[in-house]
């Protein structure tokens, strides 16, 4: 039954080549969603999840970077605030997009998306294309420790996490009265407020005055970001050994960012962004901490430390990941990222308990289950009640239950897919998947 209206919302939401992440809410493409809905659809339509990447990846531009926003014509610029009319701007393919970018997950989602149907064009197709974007933030947006920063919250993709209150009062809002959409489809209690909306807008302009080149007053290197970033090399080292090229520089690159990592962003517990303007870390108490554990040479020490902090801050026990910890004074769980559950970002930290703590990772799974099986699949999730919040069919939920249904199994079901058929290692049988899911 979650399989079958996961797969209905998949097909709702389908635009030809891609998924709107919802139909109302975002009406275009979105970066880290379609990575997110290839992973998921790789379970039973491997074709759709190569679409959703190619599509995506149609629209990066000659620098590399891949727009968080790829924006279908056919929609009216004012159904999304701020649309293409705001941003201005075009890829060499002609879309119009936005300018700013998203988490890296895509090199992740495509070795997968490869593992459940191996196919050796699509991976040649995408590899430069990943190198590409990784170029991109290694040049334009690297730091003298080897991490890459971030220009703007929506690039965090954790938009108003309270994380960003410290760098975020200090832009400079725009003027009042922007033309909000999403309030129009969504509770405005569960959406960032006008005053950040104001800020988002000011700090987007600023940026586009500059050609997109130069960061204006919000500048981070953000945990979440700087672990997809490690993480994508890691997959860039598998793919490229799939294609016959040398893995070792991916390598290096993983390993280089991960000590960054652990020698900048790390303290007592928890992955911190860092104010790059100031050098100062903005110790939060934000679940993008956590994300780290997905990358494998992470020192055990620290993955423990981590792990610790999963369940004394995070409380994870109880099966739901809060994207902020109960136990912190901002802690919202209604209010988009300010506490909510939501299933990428669970999705990610499961993925980085599943080797060391299958215990953890097995209670998350089981959680997420739970909470797209009692409130359908929402944007975003009471942790403690499982209330549904933000907009409903919304595409990375319906997408990564997928995944995680496949990895872990279902009600005494056993797992099908696990770990991707153990990393390909039986890949021979993975047409099984598709007809399986949909059977
Ligand atoms: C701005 C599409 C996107 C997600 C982000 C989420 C939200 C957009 C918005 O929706 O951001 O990019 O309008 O609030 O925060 O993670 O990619 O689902």
């Known amino acids: 039954m979650i399989v079958r209206e996961a797969v209905r919302v998949l097909v709702a939401n389908w635009d030809g080549s891609y998924t709107v992440p919802s139909r109302r809410l975002y009406p275009h493409q979105w970066s880290w969603d379609s990575a997110f809905v290839a992973i998921g659809s790789a379970r039973w339509s491997p074709r759709r999840a190569r679409s959703e990447l190619l599509s995506l990846f149609g629209s990066q531009w000659r620098d590399g970077r891949v727009p968080h926003i790829a924006f279908n014509p056919e929609v009216p610029d004012g159904a999304y605030y701020p649309g293409p009319g705001f941003w201005d701007v075009r890829a060499p393919s002609g879309s119009a997009t936005s300018g700013i970018v998203q988490p890296p997950v895509h090199a992740l989602a495509a070795w997968r998306v490869h593992l459940a149907e191996p196919d050796s064009r699509f991976l040649r197709r995408i590899y430069p294309r990943l190198v590409a974007q990784q ?102 080292a598998k793919i490229a050994k799939a294609c016959g090229l040398d893995p070792e520089p991916h390598h290096r690159a993983a390993a280089a960012i991960t000590a960054a990592m652990v020698e900048h962003l790390y303290d007592d517990g928890l992955f911190h962004a860092r104010d790059v303007r100031t050098g100062i870390l903005l110790r939060s108490h934000s679940a993008a901490g956590l994300v780290p554990l997905l990358l494998p040479d992470l020192p055990r020490d620290l993955a423990n430390a981590l792990i610790g902090s999963a369940l004394d801050r995070f409380e994870i026990r109880e099966g739901t990941l809060p994207s902020y910890a109960p136990g912190a004074p901002e802690f919202d769980p209604a209010r988009y990222w300010r506490g909510p559950s939501w299933i990428n970002l669970t999705w990610l930290v499961w993925q980085g308990l599943r080797h060391r703590r299958p215990d953890l990772a097995d209670l998350l799974a089981d959680g997420m289950i739970a909470a797209v099986s009692q409130s359908g699949f929402r944007e975003y999730f009471d942790p403690f009640t499982l209330r549904g919040h933000g907009c409903g069919d919304f595409s990375w939920s319906a997408a990564l239950i997928l995944d995680v249904i496949a990895e872990h199994g279902l009600n005494g079901v056993p797992a099908t897919g696990g770990q991707i058929r153990q990393e390909a290692g039986s890949l021979g049988e993975q047409g099984e998947i598709g007809d399986h899911v949909l059977a």
């Open 135 to 236: 170029h991109f933030l290694r040049t334009a947006r690297g730091s003298e420790h080897g991490l890459v920063h971030i220009v703007h919250p929506w690039e965090s993709g954790m938009d108003n996490s309270p994380a960003w209150d410290a760098p975020l009062a200090s832009v400079q809002p725009g003027p009042a009265g922007v033309t909000r959409r999403d309030v129009a489809h969504v509770s405005a209690d569960e959406r960032p407020t006008d005053l950040d909306y104001e800020r988002y807008t000011a700090l987007a302009r600023a940026y586009r005055d500059t050609g997109y080149r130069r960061a204006g007053a919000f500048c981070v290197e953000d945990p979440l970001f700087n672990a997809a970033y490690g993480v994508a090399e890691v997959s860039l």
